[in-house]
């Protein structure tokens, strides 16, 4: 049964993120937000507001809208004078780092929050041309105030935010500037969902140590109103990718036997990654490391590690390093017959990602920090029922609040020794346990896909029109 099905009772939604679904929808897709939005966009028949990624000295927030399956996409021209203050500076180079708990990595300027404050009330403004719509869903670290700005523009519907991201303990967020303006200004939202229980109760507790705010099931009282704040893991759509695996095997034969001849008949394992250093793929590859030193030519690493975020040094400096790592450890352990890493900076598509998850025998998964991880559930889905393959997963990621140490190998993904245990374990597991830890997995990510996420907010969403009674919350 489809969950968004019941269209004709659907409230009709806008959705806001800053990156949109590209212009051609059959390019690779690089990042998790974007790829999970555009299916929903495209069946609730929604309207998605985003950045177009150019930028414009107009800053008149005009909407023009492109079809987007039933829906529609507006890919705005953002303010040229605010638009890197707020991208490369608060989003990316502030909040970004606070939110995965890497403290020492947070940078900025005052101005950078003032951009970030001129962007939110832009997407505000160009929003209010679609206030006939019944309900909003802000998406994303971006968009923070957002709902403050959209009431403050004279919107009076629903309003829901996602965070994709982790959000930390208390003392990480404390060290936001404006982190109380901000948190404030969130509780503006209706409702507030994030990926694990774990980020709710940081969120929670972050209210009560910098606002004073207590809080009661889920549910904060401020003085615009009540907020729900409740936890909704992201899927996928796990059929659409055991098709694409099935599918992709065939249609890249070539590019497949060229990775199988330059295995020599080492196992496959894979990791696919943005470079971004909350993905601990250094960690990973010291790791490899370790056990192409223990046993030579048993396994390789296809890592694929796609450029991102390269406007900020940080960035540039992440991928010098990877790149540098990778050069080290194939020149120590590679022969003629043998490439221990195989690296790739290219995007690839879904479907050809479905193909590569179904040869790997195993996939590496080991972020510092992160808010679900896609790669983790894509890999799952795609594997073959008869002979699946073993994943390795960072105990930080969303993804092991809903994957168990029964299930997948779990991880410290700051311990490179506890990595390279867990990948010859994996590469050397037999079939029967394979299976018995994958059957699992697959079925979680069978009763409760992409679709079931987005029908439960939009639902829980949809309540809060209904304004309950908040009497037992005054003390
Ligand atoms: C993460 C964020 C998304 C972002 C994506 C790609 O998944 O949660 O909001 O879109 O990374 O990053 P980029 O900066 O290229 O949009």
Not at 170 to 180: A, G, K, S
Not at 335 to 364: H, K, M
Request: glycine letters at 6%; aromatic letters at 8%.
């Amino acid at each position: 049964e489809d969950p968004l099905c019941e269209a004709e009772q659907q409230p009709k939604l806008i959705v806001i993120s800053n990156r949109v679904a590209a212009v051609d929808s059959k390019q690779p897709k690089t990042g998790g937000l974007a790829a999970a939005l555009e299916p929903i966009v495209a069946r609730l028949g929604a309207v998605w507001l985003g950045s177009s990624g150019e930028v414009s000295d107009d800053d008149a927030a005009t909407v023009q809208l492109v079809p987007c399956g039933e829906g529609h996409v507006s890919r705005l021209d953002l303010p040229s004078a605010h638009y890197p203050g707020f991208y490369r500076g608060f989003a990316n180079s502030t909040l970004w780092p606070a939110f995965h708990s890497l403290p020492d990595r947070i940078s900025g300027s005052p101005q950078h929050y003032d951009s970030y404050r001129e962007i939110n009330d832009f997407m505000a403004r160009a929003a209010f041309n679609l206030r006939d719509r019944d309900a909003f869903w802000v998406h994303d670290y971006h968009f923070l105030p957002l709902a403050d700005r959209l009431h403050r523009v004279g919107i009076d519907r629903p309003i829901g935010f996602f965070l994709h991201t982790p959000w930390p303990a208390p003392d990480t967020i404390e060290r936001v500037p404006n982190h109380r303006e901000l948190m404030k200004s969130m509780l503006e939202y209706d409702l507030l969902g994030f990926q694990t229980n774990r980020d709710v109760n940081n969120f929670l507790a972050g209210l009560r140590s910098h606002l004073g705010l207590e809080s009661k099931d889920g549910i904060v009282i401020s003085e615009r109103g009540r907020t729900r704040c409740q936890k909704f893991p992201i899927g996928i759509d796990p059929n659409q990718f055991a098709e694409y695996a099935a599918e992709s095997l065939a249609n890249q034969e070539e590019y497949i036997s060229s990775v199988q001849k330059k295995l020599g008949g080492a196992k496959l394992a894979i990791g696919v990654d943005r470079l971004d250093y909350s993905k601990g793929i250094e960690n990973r590859i010291k790791a490899f490391n370790q056990v192409f030193a223990a046993e030579p030519r048993s396994i390789s690493l296809l890592q694929i590690a796609i450029p991102s975020r390269s406007e900020i040094e940080e960035y540039r400096e992440y991928k010098r390093n990877v790149d540098s790592l990778v050069s080290q450890v194939n020149a120590e352990h590679g022969t003629d017959e043998w490439s221990p890493i195989l690296y790739e900076n290219d995007a690839f598509t879904q479907a050809q990602l479905a193909g590569l998850y179904r040869a790997a025998r195993v996939c590496v998964v080991t972020p510092l920090q992160d808010g679900m991880n896609l790669v983790a559930k894509e890999y799952v889905a795609a594997q073959d029922p008869n002979d699946p393959g073993v994943l390795v997963l960072s105990k930080f990621a969303g993804a092991a609040e809903d994957f168990n140490d029964d299930e997948a190998l779990l991880v410290d993904p700051n311990r490179p020794d506890e990595i390279t245990a867990a990948i010859s374990r994996a590469a050397n597991m037999p079939c029967e346990e394979r299976i018995q830890r994958w059957r699992p997995m697959k079925d979680k990510l069978e009763a409760y896909t992409v679709h079931d996420w987005a029908a439960d907010f939009v639902r829980e969403l949809d309540k809060s029109r209904i304004t309950a009674p908040a009497d037992h919350f005054r003390h």
